[in-house]
C-alpha cells in the first residue's frame, strides 16, 4: 500500500510504500481484545489485601458463656458475621500478569497498525527533527498534521521532540521497539516517521513459519491473502 508522507508543516512530500503484511492485514478484533486484557492486567498492583479471622486482632475471649442466655453461641467476636471481624474470602495480594504467545502479540499489533492504516489515522512524516525543545512549536506540528490525541513513534535519541511532547496530556512519545496494542488503540491518531515505519516492518514481518498452510488448490488461492 502506498501512502503520502508530509513533512512537519503538514504539505504532502511524496509518498511511501508500506508492506501490506503489516500494515495492510485483516483487523482481528480477538487478538486486539487479549493482548489489551493482558497488558492492563500486567500494570495492576495487586496489592490489594484483607485481614482473614486469624489476622484480626482480639476476639481471644468468648464474648458471653455457652449456656444460659438465650442467645446462640459465640466463640470470637471476630468471627466473619460480626462488625470488626475477619473476612472470609476478602482478596490477598497476588500477582495479575499472564504470558500471551509472541506470534498473538505481534498479530496484535499488526492488526492495530493495519486499523490505524484503514482509518486514515496513520500520518507518515519525512522526519521529526526540531531545532529545540519547544512545546508550543510540537503543538503546531500536530495540528498541522491533524492529529489531536497522538501517538508520536521516532528513535529514542531524538531528545529534543521526546521532552516537547511530555508535557502534552493527549500525546506520547514512544521509540519504534516501545509500541505496543494498547497506546496505539488509546490514541486518534499514529504519527512516525519514514525510518520509523520501516523500523515497524522489519519488526513484525511475518516469518515463513507464521504463514498461513496452502493446500495449492484453487480454492487455496482465494483464501490465504491478506491475513
Known sequence: MKTEVKNLDGK???ELELD???FGVEVKEHLLWEV???QRAKIRAGTHSTLRRDEVRGGGKKPYKQKGTGNARQGSSRAPHYVGGGSVFGPKPRDY???IPKKVRAGALRSALSLRAKEAKLVIVDALQLDAIKTKRMVGVLKALGAGSALVVDAKDNVN???SIRNLPKTKFLAPEGVNVYDVLNHETLVVTTATAKALEVRLM???DEAPPHDGGAEGTGSGGAA
Open 161 to 163: 521532540l521526546q521532552k
Open 36 to 38: 489489551v486484557k493482558a
Open 20 to 22: 501490506d503484511a503489516v
Open 12 to 14: 504532502t512530500v511524496g
Open 97 to 99: 500478569e499472564y504470558a
Open 206 to 208: 511475518p516469518h515463513a
